[in-house]
């Protein structure tokens, strides 16, 4: 579904992402770890085409994103608040993403019922501005809208972020049936090594922009990240 | 202490997103300045003579202290609309080992710094040094009389702080103070209660006793303190974070639905417009400017040159087109990526702003056509005027907008907000108004009024023709610098 070749971001000198090859099949349950600054959130926007590759090109269903907007249609996705729009309320938001992705009042409608728990009675007919929202709440906002009118490609970056433990325990359970059920390659980027491991069938861990680890989730996987992750503590 | 504040203040400035991008804007604001205070100055100086020349059978000095009371209220009107409280980023300080009482000193005093109260004393003192160096007066009473007034003008500083905090959420409020104020003018005009007199008499009486200059600086040291109260009741975080319980009113904008395609992106605008305290004031601009035809129109000066006419017309019925376009795609910066990696594509984006401001130019023209009654020939002009606004200067606007990379925070007042404003919104102007009034000046000059209106005319119509081609055209541009105003739309600040 999605493939990366020579792909590489260059700010001032300093090369923040150097992909050579990375190949995400259609339907998978990707995910991303890495600590700051390795390049997670870098790889989601030249994905998303909201910056420009200095070298390579990311195909999205074989679509070349930085020259054709054809990927739009089929790939949704939630980085962070400038996704959402401060002055709607959140059913006029999850309305105008609707619009944007041909689905009427109606399907919205029936649409959010299912994740009336998962809102917990604050967000839908509370007649708020997005703006005055708790961060939380607006990150359920983003990630609930990112699934409106059945995408094939859902990107979210650190999804599990501000959210409490019950909605984190939600989330997991959704994402992992989206891909499941619907097909849908999901994308997720988190430092919660625990939260990946659950989701995700298929991990890589970046560093400083370049792909260390690319592994298929098994039951090892968790103790493998973590292993990882403190080595350069355990050597100091 | 209060040198650390400084450093970060000096460090805020020079490092801010905007510094050094906006030069034209700088150069701008550094003429206005020197223009001012060159200004006051010379009126400092010469206003002596001035009014001995003016009122030849009294005292200047008196008939200065008799306009005091003008000045005052002027200045503080003045300063109502323009002047902020110059504040400082305090949430880090807070929880650092700062007291409290020193960040607030530090921000009052930072104020008086400022230069709207460099301007009096360039005025005032010039004027008290020629009384007493020239004219003789008494240098005791003439520098009790400059502390006097110089210490009330700084009480105006502290005096609006005081007054916007009151009155700059709740506006209404400040309705009754308006209405006395008017009663005073309207009792001061009638000549029933002179109260600009009696305010004079207190400076003279100052002059007479300049000791009394103790008064109007106790009253400042009075102020300074009132505000330290306020500001430091109001240095905790809920002061800011006050969830606000307002519901908001839901409309639906459901004839929005008939514009097809664009429809969900016109809803979208009207809300952005109607929500939003920034560009909710283009809409009041837009229909106060409406009236700018009644200036022009009567006078017979301008009876001359029609091509006076265009300008109004292009301006009375574009005002909003103006007010709005030059800052598309700005006010959609806070959520710019998300509108750049939904399923939106550029050409409909485009589309919707232009459908927008057609429809205003449309509206404004309707709402202009009482102008007949100066003539038939006005009403046609200002038909062909709204046809190029819409053929013509509506994409030519978007094109200028695709510069734009500049973040506007939509909730800012619009009173000397210079947010998001670059060299193109300067550039683009000029041509907006001087490339019609040309044409048009050249063809009645040449040929007559008529066929000057329908070359107008027939240009916004060929825009119009073309609009899908130069849509595609615009489309291709904005995708180009998608980027660059990604990028630019990240960095706030002004």
Request: aromatic fraction near 16%; hydrophobic fraction near 50%.
């Amino acid at each position: 579904m999605i493939t990366a070749t020579n792909l590489s971001k260059v700010y001032n000198g300093n090369k923040v992402l150097d992909i050579e090859h990375l190949e995400i099949p259609s339907g998978q349950n990707f995910g991303l770890v890495g600590n700051n600054g390795a390049g997670k959130t870098t790889f989601f926007s030249l994905l998303l085409d909201l910056i420009q590759p200095t070298s390579g090109n990311i195909f999205n269903n074989e679509i070349t994103v930085s020259e054709s907007e054809d990927w739009k249609p089929f790939t949704s996705s939630f980085i962070d608040e400038s996704f959402l729009i401060g002055y709607l309320t959140p059913e006029e938001y999850f309305y105008f993403i609707g619009e944007l992705r041909n689905r009427n009042k109606a399907d919205i409608d029936a649409f959010l019922t299912q994740f009336e728990d998962l809102f917990n009675g604050e967000i839908i007919g509370r007649k708020k501005y997005l703006r005055d929202l708790s961060k939380g709440n607006q990150k359920k906002v983003g990630i609930v809208a990112a699934l409106i009118g059945d995408p094939e490609v859902v990107i979210l970056d650190e999804p599990f972020a501000n959210l409490d433990p019950t909605t984190q325990f939600r989330l997991k359970k959704l994402l992992k049936d989206l891909s499941q059920t619907t097909g849908t390659t999901v994308l997720i980027s988190s430092h919660d090594l625990i939260h990946v491991t659950e989701v995700c069938e298929r991990i890589v861990v970046l560093d400083k922009g370049v792909i260390v680890r690319d592994i298929e989730t098994s039951e090892a996987t968790l103790n493998e990240l973590e292993e990882y992750f403190s080595a350069e503590i355990a050597e100091s | 202490m209060f040198k650390k504040f400084l450093w970060l203040e000096f460090k805020s400035f020079f490092r801010s997103a905007s510094f050094g991008k906006s030069l034209g804007l700088k150069i701008l604001m550094a003429f206005l300045a020197l223009y001012f205070s060159v200004m006051f100055l010379s009126l400092g100086v010469g206003m002596f003579p001035l009014f001995k020349e003016l009122y030849p059978e009294r005292d200047p000095l008196k008939v200065v202290n008799s306009f005091m009371l003008a000045y005052f209220v002027f200045e503080l009107i003045f300063r109502f609309l323009l002047q902020t409280l110059p504040v400082m980023d305090i949430k880090p300080l807070m929880v650092l080992p700062v007291k409290r009482s020193k960040v607030v000193n530090f921000v009052l005093v930072k104020s008086l710094f400022s230069f709207y109260n460099l301007l009096p004393l360039l005025l005032f003192i010039p004027f008290g040094l020629y009384c007493i160096i020239v004219e003789d007066y008494d240098s005791g009473s003439m520098l009790g009389w400059m502390i006097g007034v110089y210490a009330s003008i700084l009480c105006i500083n502290y005096l609006n702080f005081i007054i916007k905090k009151r009155f700059t959420e709740n506006l209404k409020a400040l309705i009754p103070l308006v209405v006395i104020a008017l009663v005073f003018v309207l009792l001061d005009y009638l000549g029933i209660f002179d109260i600009t007199h009696y305010f004079g008499e207190l400076f003279n009486y100052l002059v007479a006793n300049p000791l009394m200059a103790l008064i109007p600086v106790a009253l400042l040291v009075l102020l300074y303190l009132w505000n330290f109260q306020n500001l430091k009741g109001k240095f905790y975080l809920d002061a800011g974070l006050k969830a606000k319980s307002k519901e908001v009113n839901i409309r639906e904008y459901g004839w929005t639905k008939r514009f097809g395609s664009i429809a969900p992106f016109l809803q979208q605008d009207i809300k952005l417009i109607w929500r939003n305290k920034r560009p909710k004031a283009t809409i009041y601009m837009s229909l106060l400017l409406l009236g700018y035809g009644l200036l022009f129109y009567p006078n017979d000066t301008y009876q001359g040159m029609p091509a006076f006419f265009v300008f109004v017309g292009i301006f009375i019925t574009g005002i909003f087109m103006i007010n709005f376009g030059q800052f598309v795609p700005s006010w959609d910066s806070s959520y710019y990526p998300m509108i750049m990696a939904q399923n939106i594509p550029m050409r409909q984006y485009l589309a919707s702003k232009l459908g927008l401001i057609t429809f205003s130019v449309v509206v404004l023209f309707i709402l202009s056509t009482p102008y007949v009654y100066f003539g038939w020939e006005i009403l046609l002009l200002n038909f062909a005027c709204a046809l190029y606004n819409m053929g013509v200067n509506a994409p030519l606007l978007l094109f200028a907008g695709s510069f734009n990379k500049k973040a506007i925070d939509l909730d800012k007042s619009p009173f000397m907000n210079y947010q998001g404003t670059g060299a193109s919104q300067w550039l683009v102007g000029l041509p907006l108004l001087l490339i019609p009034i040309f044409f048009f000046w050249i063809i009645n000059k040449f040929v007559n009024y008529e066929v000057a209106v329908g070359f107008l005319a027939i240009l916004g119509v060929l825009g119009l023709i073309l609009r899908p081609g130069l849509l595609n055209y615009l489309a291709l541009r904005y995708r180009k610098r998608k980027y660059v105003m990604i990028q630019g739309f990240k960095q706030k600040g002004d």
